[in-house]
Nanobody, 115 residues
């Protein structure tokens, strides 16, 4: 069955950087447009970034544009999210999924931005 395993989260100070990874299994990874999502406490899960199947194009939520970079390696069935200039409002659990959230969600990885 489909499985996403997110990793790389942690505690970071405002202005810091963090890199997340999401390894996929049980799915033809290269077939899917992939997205990163995040869910802050008490809020709905929202899309953060999206990358095309061949990594030729990417787009971002306005709140992270210019600070986050999404990438993927189809040979490793992995999608990445490089985050910089982190802000306290970036604190959330981060998830990856096919764009639209059409596959089974993983456990996510917690990112906490705090001094």
């Amino acid at each position: 069955q489909v499985q996403f395993v997110e990793s790389g989260g942690g505690l970071v100070e405002p202005g810091g950087s963090l890199g997340l990874s999401c390894a996929a299994s049980g799915v033809t990874f290269g077939y899917y447009v992939m997205s990163w999502y995040r869910q802050a406490p008490g809020k709905e899960r929202v899309r953060v970034a999206t990358i095309s199947t061949t990594a030729g194009t990417a787009n971002y939520a306005d709140s992270v544009k210019g600070r986050f970079t999404i990438s993927r390696d189809n040979t490793k069935n992995t999608v990445y999210l490089q985050m910089s200039s982190l802000k306290p409002e970036d604190t959330a659990v981060y998830y990856c999924n096919a764009h639209g959230g059409t596959l089974t969600w993983g456990q996510g990885t917690q990112v906490t931005v705090s001094s």
